[in-house]
């Protein structure tokens, strides 16, 4: 799993197998379990994030 | 163990606000008109008894305080609503059960999506109201979600005042729960190596303890205030207090949402008989929860004060252990209801995150869904940069409340996800208040008593005056304790309209008191003079 841009986790290197056997099985059954998904995903897509980004700018709360 | 003499129920409320703006404001600032039409047409869709001294305007018509904003109380479910801080923010009655507590913030958000969907109807495309069940906009902005517990005084004082441990043991356990609290984050503002991290909240705790919620963050916060009054007893008069909880995320998953509460149930038990292990401290607390965060890979570890190198997954196994032991020795009868299933569930999601079951997880936690939601997406769309604003954009629209754009509510919808209630249970506490808490007897007296008689109302209590032929009479009824007032114990009470001399004998009944130094409508001072113990037995008179 890489959640990082540029480097790993100095913990990660020995995991790294397991965890790529893992992300692949997790990719197979997103692909059923997770289309639902897709629709809005699709439209997100499609459309301007960086305008939407902006517009959700809000007042901080608690 | 150096336990305390009392213990009390740990009944559990919540306060939490959503995030909304308008679609097309780019620069943003009309989150005030978006939270405003929705608390309008939740109004229209629920009805409310509305608090309108906190309502008052300001000379510009815009609200005198941006804090506490039109808040109204729903007679439906004994909840409230208000703005503050230009958010919907979103009360829960209180519980006793977790499971209670996920049927109750469901319905609640169930009411709030079809005010939306209302109030958008009515609105142009491109003016669509937009809200989002989450904890920051990504631009360095957040907002809480919080949750109230019911301790005894004797504890609260402990953890926040005289014990350190307990301190540390507290802020140890819930910034390790972040591994099953967390909804999810694309990015850091605070390391822009960070892809992904685990909490919303979590770069945003800055500090270990405080009072303060909006800025300068605490993981364990001391604000000292009414859920129940600082001078609030219980049934057996035991000094009690309210623990605010500020630091986990906005739920969805049903799981996560439960396990926001159940443990915490159990932890505060826990202090309570002071099964407090010290060694569960944390060395650098608020280092741990950056650490743990911003690795979703679960290898990160933390050192604990005796020099153990833990995960968040192994501290929480130790916590979990201890728990264990507390329950099955009786520790928790009486205080956290289905502590048995509580324990069951917490322990089942600890044994997929240690074999990290990403799909198995990704039913039941919400910070594991919305990742591999992102990470189909970036396989799909060819998109490597975590940076990409479609990422964060896909962050947003995974707690949309919309559910026609919601990807939380579009999986949900296929019933995929493991579930702890039902919809049964959640329109039940859509529509009827919880049975064993004052939630109960609040929500009544709001169906029952004429909105032209109450004065006001607040989690602690409700005023009310009742006109007289020639005076009005003022009247409080105290409800310091979230134990009064159950449904067992108001019987059948509270049926029929009530007004007049049968409010004033229902009040009475239920150690309400006149209130004789409130101004009365008519100018005058309603002063109600007691010849003897009794409240009843004297009279009032104007001045």
Redesign the interface.
């Given at each position: 799993?890489?959640?990082?841009?540029?480097?790993e986790?100095p913990?990660?290197s020995e995991?790294q197998g397991?965890?790529d056997a893992?992300?692949e099985?997790?990719?197979q059954?997103?692909?059923d379990?997770?289309a639902?998904?897709d629709?809005?995903?699709e439209?997100?897509?499609s459309?301007d994030?960086?305008?939407?980004?902006?517009?959700?700018?809000?007042?901080?709360?608690? | 163990m150096n336990g305390h003499r009392h213990r009390t129920p740990k009944i559990c409320g919540a306060d939490i606000e959503l995030g909304n703006f308008i679609v097309g404001s780019e620069q943003g600032g009309r989150g005030a008109e978006a939270a405003s039409a929705l608390l309008a047409a939740l109004h229209d869709q629920v009805g409310a008894v509305s608090d309108w001294r906190s309502a008052a305007t300001g000379a510009d018509g815009g609200p005198r305080n941006r804090r506490d904003w039109r808040r109204s109380h729903f007679p439906s479910n004994g909840a409230c609503a208000y703005i503050d801080l230009e958010h919907l923010e979103l009360c829960l009655p209180e519980v006793g059960s977790a499971w209670d507590h996920v049927a109750a913030w469901h319905g609640m958000l169930g009411q709030v999506q079809r005010a939306l969907v209302a109030v958008n109807a009515a609105r142009a495309p491109e003016d669509r109201i937009r809200v989002t069940v989450n904890n920051g906009d990504g631009l360095g902005n957040s907002w809480g979600s919080h949750l109230d517990f019911l301790v005894t005084r004797e504890v609260f004082d402990d953890a926040v005042h005289r014990r350190p441990h307990y301190l540390g043991w507290l802020a140890a356990f819930q910034i390790s729960a972040l591994v099953y609290t967390g909804q999810g984050r694309v990015g850091s503002h605070l390391d822009p190596t960070v892809g992904y991290q685990i909490g919303q909240r979590a770069d945003f705790l800055e500090t270990m303890i405080a009072p303060q919620t909006t800025f300068r963050r605490p993981v364990v916060n001391t604000r000292d205030e009414a859920l129940s009054g600082r001078s609030a007893l219980g049934p057996d008069g035991v000094p009690l207090a309210r623990l605010h909880v500020i630091c986990f995320d906005s739920a969805l998953a049903q799981v996560s949402c439960l396990l926001r509460v159940g443990p915490m149930q159990l932890a505060l038990a826990m202090l309570e008989a002071g099964a407090v292990n010290p060694e569960r401290c944390l060395d650098d607390p608020l280092g741990a929860l950056r650490r743990w965060s911003h690795d979703p890979t679960l290898a990160a570890k933390a050192t604990t004060i005796g020099g153990a190198s833990l995960s968040a997954v192994d501290l929480q196994r130790r916590f979990f252990e201890d728990a264990t032991r507390f329950v099955e020795a009786g520790g928790a009868e009486g205080q956290v209801p289905h502590a048995e299933r509580i324990l069951a569930i917490w322990g089942e999601t600890l044994d997929l995150l240690a074999r990290r079951d990403w799909p198995a997880l990704a039913s039941r936690l919400d910070w594991v869904l919305k990742l591999t939601l992102l990470e189909r997406t970036r396989r799909r769309a060819g998109l490597d940069d975590w940076s990409s604003p479609v990422l964060k954009h896909l962050d947003h629209l995974y707690g949309e409340l919309d559910p026609e754009t919601g990807l939380f509510w579009a999986i949900a919808g296929q019933g995929g996800l493991d579930r702890v209630v039902t919809e049964r249970e959640i329109e039940h506490l859509t529509s009827e208040p919880p049975a064993d808490t004052r939630a109960y007897g609040r929500a009544m007296l709001l169906r029952h008593v004429p909105v032209d008689t109450i004065d006001s109302v607040d989690w602690d209590s409700l005023r009310f005056h009742l006109r007289r032929r020639h005076r009005v009479e003022r009247w409080k009824l105290d409800l310091g304790s979230p134990l009064d007032l159950t449904r067992d114990s108001l019987g059948g009470r509270l049926t029929g309209p009530i007004d007049g001399d049968r409010l004033e004998a229902l009040l009475l009944s239920l150690g309400g008191e006149p209130d004789p130094w409130r101004v009365s409508s008519a100018g005058t001072v309603a002063v109600r003079v007691t010849t003897g113990d009794d409240p009843y037995d004297g009279y009032t008179t104007t001045i």
């Open positions: 799993m890489r959640t990082r841009q540029d480097r986790h913990d990660d995991r397991d965890d893992n992300l099985r997790l990719r059954q997103a692909d379990f997770l639902a998904g629709a809005a995903i439209r997100a897509l459309s994030s960086e305008a939407f980004l902006r517009s959700s700018r809000q007042l901080g709360g608690q | -």
